[in-house]
């Protein structure tokens, strides 16, 4: 069965920071590209930072330079390190895991942890 749980958001004042952790089992997570996503109250799903199973990182541009995103494969984690946490930033995180296998795009999500940020 896969799962992805996030955990570590939270309310925080703007300038802040918080450490997203997302914990994966039941794929074989060094194959996976991982992501973050946020929603917004009203707003879509937009991605926030990725990194693929190669290592390879990016980041929405509203992002860069506040947020790093990182991999632990032998853990079969994924974090989010967000500084200088604007009233913006708020919403839903999530999790993603993404990968091919024989022809089938295979895209899983965590059920999300909220951050607040108060202006």
């Known amino acids: 069965q896969v799962q992805l749980v996030e955990s570590g958001g939270g309310l925080v004042q703007t300038g802040g920071s918080l450490r997203l952790s997302c914990a994966a089992s039941g794929i074989v997570f060094r194959l996976n590209d991982m992501g973050w996503y946020r929603q917004a109250p009203g707003k879509q799903r937009e991605s926030v930072a990725s990194i693929t199973s190669g290592g390879t990182r990016a980041y929405q541009d509203s992002v860069k330079g506040r947020f790093t995103i990182s991999r632990d494969n032998g853990q079969n984690m994924v974090y989010l390190q967000m500084n200088n946490l604007k009233p913006e930033d708020t919403g839903v995180y999530y999790c993603?895991?993404?990968?091919?296998?024989?022809?089938?795009?295979?895209?899983?999500w965590g059920q999300g942890t909220q951050v607040t940020v108060s202006s």
């Open positions: 993603n895991a993404q990968r091919w296998l024989l022809g089938s795009h295979l895209n899983r």
